[in-house]
């Protein structure tokens, strides 16, 4: 009994101030209803897919380290994983002009 009250207080604890906050959610939109204009919909869309590249080449990267950790002083084996951690650099750069160039013409679009 003890060990629920204390899991049943550590729950009403950690939910409190979701409950107190419930009041200032604001209401959502009926469904098919969107109060978005064209430009935000397209730039939230385009944003989701330039985060979702972004996780691809951070993930590349990763692989290329593990590759390089796991080549035993292969000198062949370090090359490629070199290869592969330069290819996700330049991928990751690429993304963050992408957004860059698409977060701007989508303010500009906007205004």
Excluded: D
């Excluded at 209803?33 to 330039?50: C, F, P």
């Amino acid at each position: 009994m003890k060990k629920f009250l204390k899991s049943a207080g550590i729950l009403a604890i950690t939910l409190a101030p979701h409950a107190a906050l419930a009041q200032l959610v604001a209401p959502a939109t009926p469904v098919g209803l969107s109060t978005e204009s064209l430009e935000g919909t397209i730039g939230t869309i385009l944003n989701a897919v330039l985060g979702l590249v972004g996780v691809i080449a951070l993930g590349v990267i990763l692989y290329g380290g593990f590759r390089w950790m796991t080549a035993a002083g292969n000198e062949e084996a370090v090359g490629e994983a070199k290869k592969i951690i330069t290819a996700g650099v330049i991928g990751l750069i690429i993304v963050i002009v992408a957004w860059a160039v698409v977060s701007f013409v989508i303010n500009t679009v906007a205004v």
